[in-house]
């Protein structure tokens, strides 16, 4: 998919993608009683009517294959204190390990972090395949948000925390 893209640019690209602070997420789907999730950043607001948003899924993560076989999935915005959760759901090898404790999971509905900044459950209705992710859209049909707002935050490949000061 690289191919032919000048290298400059996709390393400049890259630098400059260091530069953006995200939150960091946790979809998460529910497939035949099995809990899939994955950590990303790529997620976004999309409209406020209808409440949606959008996430960006790479074709070779485990449950890119099984979120269009599924009506929702879940966004779970981490809090600061839960970057062991954002690495464990970017491990492979920790697959087994995901959902162990923290989760509250019935799968009729895909798993919901209990104290997530921010749980959402989301209908899939739409998705866009374009070079190595898809973008799936869903509209917001829950939510649940915790207290006090401070999400961990993914900037120039480390977590931290926001630090607002006031003029
Ligand atoms: C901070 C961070 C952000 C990530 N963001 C995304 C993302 O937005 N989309 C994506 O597909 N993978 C993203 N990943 C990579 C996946 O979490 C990782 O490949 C994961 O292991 C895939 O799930 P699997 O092991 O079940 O295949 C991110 C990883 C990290 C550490």
Sequence with gaps: MIHGTDPQLLDGFKQAMRRVASTVNVITICVRGEPMGITATAMSSLSVDP????????RTASMHASIADVTHFGVNV????QA???????DRAKQELRFASGWQLDCERPPRLADAQASLLCRRIDHHQFGTHSIFIGVVENERVRGEVDPLLYLNGQYGRAHFTRE
């Design 84 to 90: 062991h959760l954002a690495q464990m759901f970017a």
């Design 78 to 81: 981490l809090h600061t204190d």
């Design 51 to 58: 409440p949606s948003l959008l996430v960006c899924i790479n």
